[in-house]
């Protein structure tokens, strides 16, 4: 791929994300199901890292890990490090075992939600901010609540990709 | 002069007066329009109703397209004088509102004369964390408002604190966040209990804020006014927390302490105030 068509490629992913961010931080913050806020960028993260590998993936997470520390409260650089490395991993995993299909990337979600929400839940109850029951009950609902969103943002990167994607050796377009 | 008169159409002359002569005495004789005349419109009517039909088709496009045309100009003029009623509604009612958001701060004001500098403030975004309670404003440090701040609402309950300070924004820890941690006291006539408002995780997932550190032989009802303390100086005193929900025990069985439900209205907030100084009673 020429310059400009890496260029207008990740210029498309990023305005893929624009609809998700907004819809999160605009719509469904408002109106919490279960009394949870779905959190839909590492999501976005394990998307692109299914189609671009490790390394894109990895800068894509970091890119977006840098707007979730601006956006979300809580601890600085935290989302930073931890999408590039959903990112990095994801895109690892892709390469050489999982099909870019929706029910490869609906188990990439779930595997990056949950250790989202395990590292969630260490740093809890390491800053003793609640027991770990409650701690426990507001990582699972925010996890399942979130993954609930996966059949909406996956078309939508999977119709990137399609359209200004990388062409790996041997993958597929699930 | 016969042949001066026949090479001239001078029988063409005789026809004519003798079907002039015809007609005169037809016409004397037979009532109506005369047999010439007749047969004139007999002959003539449908091509004089083509083109009349014509005529009026084409006046009609005409005018149909003139008043068209002024029509446009008179929706075009009204469109206008809407467009400028529907900018006058808007600053009458924006001014409106700014009226009554001045009311309010002044009853405020009279209400609480105590705290002596109030900034008021907009919120312009929601919580976007399940992890802790808060929100942020619309102004920061260009208005003043530092870091560890009392926010109220216009009704003086207390919402939060300050958390962090921007350039033109602010965040807000609301009073059932985890990190809360003020003097509060229980207000009946006659009476006070002191405690102490800090926030739990468990109960800020439902909205509501601890009231710890009570003493032993105090019995707390349902529906006791919550206020703080002022204790100390880093708040305000008296302003209105919430009120007991209910008295539970610690998981350790020792202490006690009260489910506290705010007052204000944390969901649907729109305005609220920083106070940016308030008097000190000792």
Redesign the interface.
Known sequence: MTTQDQVRKWLCYALGVLPVWLA??QIL??V?LF???PVLLPLAAVAVALWEGARCGAAFGLCLGLVADA????APGGMTLGLCALGLLTGAVSQYGVRQTFVGYLLCSAVAMGALELV?VAW?LLTR???L???A??AA??GLWSLCFTPLIYPIFKLICRLVGSRRPGGAYG | MKKLFQSNGGLLVLIALLLAAITLVLSLILSGADPLANLWGVVTTPFRAVGTAAADWAERSFSHRYREEVLADEVERLRQELAAAERQVREGEAAQEENQRLRTLLELRQRRSDLTDLESATVTARALSNWESSFTISKGSNYGIQEGQCVIDAYGNLVGVVREVGLNWATVLTVVDTDIDMGGKVSRPGEQISAVLEGDFALMTQGRVKLSYLPEDIQLRSGDLVLTSGRGGVYPPDLVVGTVESVENDPSGMTRYAVVAPRAELDTLNQVFVVKSFDIVE
């Open positions: 999160e931080t913050n408002r919490p009394g949870v806020i956006t979300y409260p809580g969630r809890c901010l609640g027991p029951p409650a701690v009950l507001v609902k925010e």
